[in-house]
């Protein structure tokens, strides 16, 4: 049997109580089991757990920073399990993250579908101020309402810059409707960078990043990354980012700006294939070790 088969089911497998009791540690993760609004291919609701599962087999060091970021803490949350309705799911949500919030760590969501990102960028706008949101997407997720509710995930960020007002910058974008055409003509406080004019062109990281406040929620989802290394989420779209240009971009993000919070969403498991859950688990590590580069104690000390 594996190592790792025996490590304990928490995001890094951390043994170590001082690196994964709540107390002690400086990041949460919060794992969301839900895909109560889903449209197309499902499995979201067992994404988290994957993600999850997956993380206990990663290297907890990182070479590109020098940092074993676990050392901060990780604390893995209990699962945030489904509410009866989307309204009450949103809702709960909502008070739930601003609870987290409260205790002034740093909190990671890990979905799910990407309905759930709004609830808890609305509790994160509420702590901090001048807050803008980073999407990754294949998706503008801009339709008002979708299959009867306005909760759905394909409303996400009609949520969050038609009735938050947060500004936006969104990346990746390649799947859009006539109607969330014409809601960006009525000046929506938002910025699209689609995935036709940035794929092997590294020179829209700049401008996108400069279109950001002081303080950024990043959400992933998933899809943004082209289908052929992420095959296993619920609307995959063809032409989408690569490994390296999602990192660049989040890197340096996270060496300009603040990011207070964030979110990766929308992976479907699917049994037999470990190679995407992987993958989510190793960018959300990337995205820490960015985050808290300079928190983390050096390795080697000269990189």
Same mark, same amino acid.
């Given at each position: %049997?594996?190592?790792?088969?025996?490590?304990?089911?928490?995001?890094?497998?951390?043994?170590?109580?001082? !690196?994964? *009791?709540? &107390?002690?540690?400086?990041?949460?993760?919060?794992?969301?089991?839900?895909?109560?609004?889903?449209?197309?291919?499902?499995?979201?609701?067992?994404?988290?757990?994957?993600?999850?599962?997956?993380?206990?087999?990663?290297?907890?060091?990182?070479?590109?920073?020098?940092?074993?970021?676990?050392?901060?803490?990780?604390?893995?949350?209990?699962?945030?399990?489904?509410?009866?309705?989307?309204?009450? #799911?949103?809702?709960?949500?909502?008070?739930?993250?601003?609870?987290?919030?409260?205790?002034?760590?740093?909190?990671?969501?890990?979905?799910?579908?990407?309905?759930?990102?709004?609830?808890?960028?609305?509790?994160?706008?509420?702590?901090?101020?001048?807050?803008?949101?980073?999407?990754?997407?294949?998706?503008?997720?801009?339709?008002?309402?979708?299959?009867?509710?306005? !909760?759905?995930? =394909?409303?996400? %960020? =009609?949520?969050?810059?038609?009735?938050?007002?947060?500004?936006?910058?969104?990346?990746?974008?390649?799947?859009?409707?006539?109607?969330?055409?014409?809601?960006? =003509?009525?000046?929506?406080?938002?910025?699209?960078?689609?995935?036709? *004019?940035?794929?092997?062109?590294?020179?829209?990281?700049?401008?996108?990043?400069?279109?950001?406040?002081?303080?950024?929620?990043?959400?992933? &989802?998933?899809?943004?990354? *082209?289908?052929?290394?992420?095959?296993?989420?619920?609307?995959?779209?063809?032409?989408?980012?690569?490994?390296?240009?999602?990192?660049?971009?989040?890197?340096?993000?996270?060496?300009?700006?603040?990011?207070?919070? #964030? *979110?990766?969403?929308?992976?479907?498991?699917?049994?037999?294939?470990?190679?995407?859950?992987?993958?989510?688990?190793?960018?959300?590590?990337?995205?820490?070790?960015?985050?808290?580069?300079? &928190?983390?104690?050096?390795?080697?000390?000269?990189?």
């Amino acid at each position: %049997m594996s190592e790792s088969a025996n490590l304990p089911m928490n995001f890094g497998g951390i043994s170590e109580p001082i !690196h994964s *009791d709540f &107390d002690s540690s400086e990041i949460l993760v919060l794992p969301v089991s839900y895909e109560g609004t889903v449209s197309y291919g499902t499995g979201t609701g067992k994404g988290a757990a994957a993600i999850i599962d997956a993380s206990r087999n990663l290297e907890l060091y990182d070479e590109e920073t020098d940092t074993e970021v676990f050392r901060l803490g990780i604390n893995t949350l209990a699962d945030f399990t489904p509410r009866e309705t989307p309204e009450k #799911m949103m809702n709960e949500l909502y008070e739930h993250s601003k609870s987290l919030l409260k205790t002034h760590k740093f909190l990671c969501t890990i979905g799910g579908e990407h309905s759930i990102s709004a609830p808890i960028i609305q509790a994160h706008s509420e702590k901090f101020h001048n807050l803008s949101v980073l999407q990754i997407d294949a998706h503008a997720d801009l339709r008002d309402e979708y299959d009867g509710t306005k !909760h759905s995930h =394909a409303s996400v %960020m =009609a949520r969050v810059v038609k009735d938050l007002r947060i500004p936006s910058v969104q990346i990746g974008i390649r799947s859009i409707s006539a109607d969330e055409m014409r809601s960006l =003509a009525s000046g929506l406080p938002t910025k699209i960078f689609w995935a036709k *004019d940035i794929v092997r062109n590294s020179e829209w990281i700049e401008p996108a990043v400069n279109c950001l406040t002081e303080n950024v929620y990043l959400t992933i &989802d998933i899809d943004g990354l *082209d289908p052929s290394i992420m095959p296993t989420t619920g609307t995959p779209e063809p032409g989408g980012l690569d490994w390296y240009e999602v990192l660049e971009l989040i890197k340096t993000v996270a060496e300009r700006k603040r990011i207070v919070g #964030m *979110d990766l969403v929308e992976f479907s498991h699917v049994e037999g294939q470990t190679a995407p859950a992987f993958l989510c688990a190793k960018l959300i590590y990337k995205v820490l070790s960015y985050i808290f580069k300079e &928190d983390s104690p050096k390795i080697i000390g000269r990189l």
